[in-house]
C-alpha cells in the first residue's frame, strides 16, 4: 500500500509541475512554428441546455470562393481542431442534426496567430415553418457513437414517471430482467457510475441503484463499450454512466415534477441552481412511492423420481419501493483557470417485499405427498451518504486539464424477514404449529476513493493523459436467523445460519494514454496497472481467505476518417469483474425453503479481452452506426444451480472455464419528414458457455424503434417498440419477450410549462418466460409483473436567465462571430 501510494504522488507532483511549465511557456512555443502552419480549434454546445454536442460536422472553408479547405467532427467533448492550416482569411460552418447550422464568416489566421482558439460555437434548436405547421427542431432521443451510445431523458417520453431502469432499457442491446438487473449483449456484468463517480448505493445489484434513480433527475445516460485506460477495468460488460442534472446557469434556474400512475404510483423531483458571481449553488430533492404487484408459478421435474419427483410452485405478491433523495453542492470559480467543488448526495427507502407460494410435491406417478404455504415478508431499509470534493485545473493550452477528486461514501442496510409456513395433511387439512421464521440483517459498506487525473496536449507530440486513482473498501455483514418455539413461547436463535462476514477490498492504480493524428487518422494506446488485496473473514466458522493479484490492462483506440462523413474505428480492451461482496457473502437466502441461494466466499475473478471494429456515416440528417464485436473471458462467474436427494435445490456462484460472446449491432437515426423522426436498432449475438458440467450455446437478438410524432412546437408523441429473442445464460434460458409502451407531451407557457402522459406495456406482453437445466433437474417458470401502468405527469421550468439567453441568441445571428 505505502509503495503505490508513494508511487502515485509522486506521478501527481510531477505532472503537477510539469504542467505549470508547460502553461507558462506555451505562447513561446507555439509561435516558433517554420512552416507557417496553423490550428483552428473550438467546442459546439446547445445553446440552451450547454450540453456538449459530440459528432457535429465543422468545415473550413475559403472566404472569396466557399470552397472546402478541411473538415472534421467534434469529439465527446464538443472539441474539435483543424490541423495544417495556411494563414488566411476563412469561414467556418458547424452543423448537427435538429440544429441550426452556424456560420462564423471572419475567421483569420495571421503569421503572428497560428493557433487560433473559437472558444464556444453554440447552436440553436432548429425551426421549421411547413406552412400551418411549425416544428422545432430536437435532439435524439439517443445518439449512438462509435464508443458510446447516450440517451437524453429529456426527449424520451416513454420514461415519464420512472426511474433509470426505464430508462436504460431503451438503449440498443441492452435487456432488463424481472428483477430489474440489466444485460448488455446477454452480458450482465456492468459497472454503474453516477456523473463519472462510484455509486454511494455500495453493494446492491443493478437492478436496486438504478431503480432508487428517478428518471427525473436524469439528464443522460452513457453506455461505454470499450473504455479506456483511465476508466476502472471493473466491468466486462461495459461502464453505464448516470448524468444528473446540474446547471450552471445565471440566476436562478430550476423545474419542479409531479407524477402519479395507476396502483398507488406517485413520485415528484424539484431541481435548482443560483449563480452568481464566483458562485454556483445547485440542489435536488425528489421523493416517490411505488406500489407493483407480481405473480408467477415454476414446474421442477426431478429426475432422481421418489417422492420429489416433481414441485409445483404458484406465487403471488407485491413490490413496495419508497425512497427520498437529497443532492447539494457548490461549484467555487476561483478564477478562470481553477474551480473547486463540493456536493453531497443522501438517499434513505426501502423495499417492501410480501409473497404467498402454494408448494406441492408429487411422486414419480403425478400423485401429492405434500402440499404446504409458505409466506413471507421482507422489509429492506436503506440509507446511503457520499460526500465528493472536486477540483479542476484548467492551462492557458487549450484542452489542458488537472482534476482530482476525494469520495467517500457510506451505505448501510438492514432487513427484517418473516416467515410462516403452514403444512397440510394429504387430505388438505392444515396441520396445527405452522412453522414461524424470522431473518435479520445488519449491512455496512464504507469506501474512500482518491484519485488524480491530468490531461495535456503537446505541440507536435501528441496527448498525453495519466493519474491515479485509490479505492479503499470495507464490508460488514451480520445475519441472525431465529426459530419460535411453541414450548416456551419465545424465537430461538438458530446458531447454524448465524454469518458475520467481513470483507475488505483495496485497489490501488496508475495508468498512462498517449493519443495522436495524423490527417484524418487517430489513435490512442492505454495502459493501467491495479494491485488488488482482498480479504474476507466469516466470524462464526472462522473461515477466511487472502487474495492479492496484480494485473495490467492495455487498451487500444484506432479511428479513420472517410470521405463524405464516415468514420471506422477499431478498438481492444482487457477488463475485469470482481466478486463483489454480494456474491462472496455465505449469507443462507431461506425466502423459498426449496430454493435457497447463497454467496461463495472462494470465487476468483474473471477476465475480458474485448475487440470491437465500428462504422458510421451520416447522410445529411440521417446517421448509421453499426459494429461487430468480440468478446472472450475466462473463468466466467455465473449463478448456479444443482439439486439435493431431499429434493432441495442450491443456487451459488461458480467460475466456469469460459464463456464467448460475438456478434454485430446497427443503429439509425432519421427525420423521415420534418415532424416525425425514427430511431432504430438491431443486434444479433451468441453466446457460448463452457465449463463445470455446462456447455450450451444459443443464438439471440434484440430490436428496437422509436417513432417521434412533431405535429407542432408544443406537442410531441411517442412509441417504443421493444423485441428480445430467446436467449441463453449459463443453465437458464430465457424466452422472447415483447413490449410497446406509448407517450405524449404538451407544453404552455412557451415550454415552461409540461403536460405528460405514458402508457406502459400497451398491450401487457411483458412476461419472464424462462427454462432452467441442471444435473438431474429441469424447470421451467413464468413471472409476470404489474407492467401495465399509465401515468400522468406535470414539470415547471423556472429559468431566469431565458431573457439573457435569447437576447444572447439575436446578437449571434446578427454577428455571425462569437466572443473569441
Not at 108 to 119: A, K, M, V, W, Y
Not at 216 to 222: A, D, F, G, K
Not at 434 to 460: R, V
Amino acid at each position: 500500500m505505502n509503495f503505490v501510494s508513494k508511487i502515485s504522488f509522486f506521478f501527481l507532483i510531477i505532472f503537477s509541475l510539469y504542467a505549470l511549465s508547460q502553461d507558462r511557456n506555451f505562447n513561446r512555443q507555439n509561435f516558433q512554428n517554420s512552416n507557417l502552419r496553423g490550428t483552428i480549434s473550438g467546442q459546439v454546445i446547445d445553446a440552451q441546455t450547454k450540453q456538449k454536442i459530440e459528432y457535429c460536422n465543422v468545415v473550413l472553408l475559403r472566404f472569396r470562393d466557399s470552397s472546402m479547405v478541411s473538415g472534421t467532427i467534434t469529439d465527446k467533448e464538443g472539441k474539435f481542431k483543424l490541423e495544417n492550416v495556411q494563414p488566411g482569411f476563412y469561414k467556418l460552418r458547424a452543423s448537427y442534426i435538429g440544429y441550426e447550422t452556424r456560420t462564423l464568416d471572419s475567421v483569420r489566421l495571421t503569421p503572428q496567430r497560428l493557433n487560433l482558439d473559437l472558444g464556444t460555437i453554440a447552436l440553436d434548436e432548429k425551426t421549421i415553418d411547413l406552412s400551418n405547421v411549425v416544428v422545432v427542431g430536437e435532439k435524439e432521443v439517443i445518439i449512438n457513437n462509435l464508443d458510446k451510445k447516450v440517451i437524453n431523458v429529456e426527449k424520451d417520453l416513454t420514461t415519464v414517471g420512472g426511474t433509470a431502469v426505464d430508462v436504460v432499457q431503451n438503449i440498443p442491446s441492452v435487456t432488463v430482467d424481472a428483477d430489474g438487473n440489466i444485460s448488455y449483449r446477454g452480458n450482465q456484468n456492468i459497472r454503474i457510475l453516477i456523473d463519472g463517480k462510484p455509486s454511494e448505493l455500495l453493494g446492491l445489484g443493478s437492478g436496486d441503484v438504478l431503480s432508487n434513480i428517478p428518471a427525473s433527475q436524469i439528464e443522460s445516460v452513457e453506455l461505454v463499450t470499450n473504455p479506456s485506460a483511465r476508466y476502472d477495468p471493473e466491468g466486462t460488460g461495459g461502464i453505464l454512466n448516470i448524468i444528473l442534472k446540474k446547471k450552471r446557469d445565471g440566476g436562478l434556474n430550476g423545474n419542479i415534477s409531479l407524477t402519479g400512475g395507476t396502483g398507488n404510483k406517485f413520485n415528484g423531483s424539484l431541481n435548482f441552481n443560483y449563480r452568481i458571481s464566483s458562485l454556483n449553488f445547485f440542489a435536488s430533492i425528489d421523493s416517490r412511492a411505488n406500489n407493483t404487484d407480481n405473480n408467477g408459478n415454476s414446474i421442477r421435474e426431478n429426475l432422481l423420481g421418489g417422492n420429489n419427483a416433481y414441485l409445483n410452485q404458484v406465487s403471488n405478491g407485491s413490490l413496495n419501493h419508497f425512497g427520498n433523495n437529497i443532492s447539494a453542492g457548490v461549484d467555487y470559480i476561483i478564477d478562470d483557470f481553477n474551480t473547486l467543488t463540493f456536493s453531497s448526495r443522501l438517499r434513505s427507502g426501502g423495499f417492501d417485499n410480501t409473497s404467498f407460494v402454494e408448494n406441492t410435491t408429487l411422486n414419480s406417478n403425478q400423485i401429492m405427498t405434500r402440499y404446504f404455504q409458505r409466506e413471507s415478508d421482507n422489509d429492506r431499509r436503506m440509507n446511503a451518504l457520499q460526500n465528493t470534493l472536486s477540483y479542476r485545473r484548467t492551462f492557458s493550452n487549450p484542452g489542458a486539464e488537472f482534476t482530482a477528486d476525494i469520495i467517500l461514501g457510506n451505505f448501510r442496510m438492514k432487513r427484517d424477514e418473516n416467515f410462516r409456513q403452514t403444512n397440510f395433511d394429504l387430505n388438505m387439512n392444515p396441520l396445527p404449529n405452522p412453522l414461524l421464521q424470522k431473518g435479520l440483517s445488519n449491512n455496512n459498506n464504507i469506501q474512500w476513493t482518491i484519485q488524480a487525473n491530468y490531461i495535456n496536449p503537446i505541440i507536435d507530440f501528441g496527448r498525453i493523459e495519466t493519474g491515479f486513482k485509490i479505492s479503499l473498501r470495507n464490508f460488514k455483514s451480520n445475519n441472525d436467523y431465529l426459530n419460535y418455539n411453541y414450548n416456551s413461547n419465545n424465537w430461538i436463535a438458530d446458531l447454524t445460519r448465524k454469518t458475520n462476514f467481513d470483507f475488505k477490498e483495496n485497489i490501488y492504480a496508475i495508468y498512462g494514454i498517449y493519443s495522436n493524428n495524423y490527417e484524418k487518422f487517430q489513435y490512442q494506446v492505454g495502459i493501467r496497472a491495479e494491485q488488488t488485496n482482498v480479504s474476507g473473514y466469516e466470524k462464526n466458522t472462522t473461515v477466511g481467505f487472502n487474495k492479492n493479484y496484480f494485473s495490467v490492462y492495455p487498451t487500444i483506440h484506432l479511428v479513420q476518417g472517410l470521405p463524405d462523413f464516415q468514420e471506422l474505428q477499431l478498438s481492444y480492451s482487457r477488463r475485469v469483474e470482481r466478486p463483489h461482496n454480494r456474491i462472496l457473502n455465505p449469507y443462507v437466502d431461506r425466502s423459498d425453503s426449496l430454493n435457497i441461494s447463497y454467496g461463495n466466499p472462494q470465487l476468483d475473478p474473471e477476465y475480458i479481452n474485448s475487440l470491437e471494429f465500428g462504422y458510421s456515416k451520416l447522410f445529411g440528417r440521417a446517421a448509421l452506426t453499426s459494429s461487430l464485436f468480440y468478446r472472450y473471458t475466462q473463468n466466467a462467474i455465473m449463478n448456479y444451480t444443482f439439486i439435493r436427494p431431499d429434493g432441495v435445490t442450491e443456487t451459488t456462484w461458480k467460475n466456469l472455464a469460459k464463456r464467448l460472446s460475438y456478434g454485430a449491432e446497427i443503429t439509425f437515426s432519421s427525420p423521415v419528414f420534418d415532424w416525425l423522426r425514427t430511431n432504430s436498432s438491431f443486434t444479433y449475438f451468441k453466446n457460448e458457455f463452457e465449463g463445470l458440467d455446462i456447455s450450451n450455446s444459443s443464438n439471440s437478438w434484440i430490436g428496437k424503434l422509436n417513432v417521434t410524432y412533431m405535429p407542432s412546437r408544443d406537442f410531441n408523441f411517442q412509441v417504443n417498440l421493444n423485441y428480445e429473442g430467446p436467449n441463453f445464460m449459463g443453465q437458464t434460458k430465457s424466452k422472447e419477450q415483447f413490449s410497446t409502451d406509448i407517450a405524449m407531451k404538451k407544453d404552455f407557457l412557451n415550454g415552461q410549462l409540461s403536460v405528460l402522459f405514458r402508457l406502459s406495456d400497451v398491450f401487457n406482453t411483458r412476461k419472464w418466460e424462462s427454462e432452467t437445466y441442471g444435473t438431474n433437474f429441469f424447470t421451467t417458470s413464468l413471472r409476470k409483473m404489474e407492467s401495465r401502468v399509465a401515468y400522468i405527469g406535470i414539470t415547471y421550468r423556472l429559468d431566469t436567465s431565458s431573457q439573457t439567453r435569447e437576447r444572447e441568441r439575436r446578437q449571434r445571428e446578427d454577428t455571425g462571430m462569437d466572443e473569441f
